[in-house]
Nanobody
Framework: QVQLVESGGGLVQAGGSLRLSCAAS????????VGWFSQAPGKEREFVGA????????YYADAVKGRFTISRDNAKNTVYLQMNTLKPEDTAVYYC????????????????WGQGTQVTVSS
């Protein structure tokens, strides 16, 4: 069992930055792909990006390419989502999730989820 805890959300002005963290406990992230998803009020949960275990390939939704960067610190069992040049439309609850196999874009393929952290971008 892997427990995931997100942190780092908050209120930021448009154009600002935030760094979200996803910390694992219970078991390490070893072997897991970790994904980030966002869910705005009244909308479906959407893929933001993901990072493989090894090699640490990264994948991003078109809407965040060039603005968001995912990285992982395996020694700390933590994955990060650096969010730059934030826009009001990035406002959502952000979730991290972990999986071993399956499509990195598909929420159904993820086995473990965090509780989410709110990101609000003001215009």
């Amino acid at each position: 069992q892997v427990q995931l805890v997100e942190s780092g959300g908050g209120l930021v002005q448009a154009g600002g930055s935030l760094r979200l963290s996803c910390a694992a406990s219970g078991r390490s992230f070893r072997g897991y792909t970790v994904g980030w998803f966002s869910q705005a009020p009244g909308k479906e949960r959407e893929f933001v990006g993901a990072i493989d275990w090894s090699p640490p390939y990264t994948y991003y939704a078109d809407a965040v390419k060039g603005r968001f960067t995912i990285s992982r610190d395996n020694a700390k069992n933590t994955v990060y989502l650096q969010m730059n040049t934030l826009k009001p439309e990035d406002t959502a609850v952000y979730y991290c999730a972990a999986k071993i196999i399956g499509n990195y874009r598909d929420t159904d393929d993820y086995n473990y989820w965090g509780q989410g952290t709110q990101v609000t971008v003001s215009s």
